[in-house]
């Protein structure tokens, strides 16, 4: 089975996104920069499973670093999962994604960042019992 994984950012009321992007993207204080770092750190080598608007933002350099996978709503989650075994497997995307994948994610990694601005998505605090 693969060891199913999400990593995520919030702001400070756990804002997640605006607009389909990030809400501090472009930010290039410390904490923000070394939040993206830590992303493409952590998920070298391993899978990354995501929807489309979300794998075209995966810079071209970060392609050859980890297997990536485009997944749609479409498809079902365990089989998704299924073609991995014996791998690490993060979760990317946001809210669609994580409603439809939560009951089978096991470690969510979830990095407080200060912002404190608009957003119009945010996490959901019953994805991180639903598995």
Not at 1 to 14: S, T
Not at 59 to 77: F, K, N, Q, Y
Request: overall charge neutral; hydrophobic content about 45%.
């Amino acid at each position: 089975m693969a060891d199913v994984r999400a990593m995520c950012a919030i702001g400070r009321r756990g804002q997640l996104g605006l607009k389909g992007r990030m809400p501090w993207e472009g930010d290039r204080r410390p904490e923000f920069v070394a939040d993206v770092a830590r992303f493409w750190e952590a998920t070298r080598g391993h899978v990354l499973i995501a929807g489309p608007t979300t794998l075209r933002s995966v810079p071209a350099w970060a392609h050859a670093e980890r297997t990536l996978v485009e997944i749609r709503s479409s498809m079902d989650p365990e089989e998704v999962i299924a073609r991995f075994p014996d791998r690490v497997v993060y979760v990317g995307g946001g809210p669609a994604v994580w409603t439809a994948y939560a009951r089978l994610i096991r470690h969510w990694d979830v990095n407080r960042l200060p912002y404190d601005g608009e957003a119009d998505r945010w996490l959901d605090p019953a994805w991180l019992v639903a598995g």
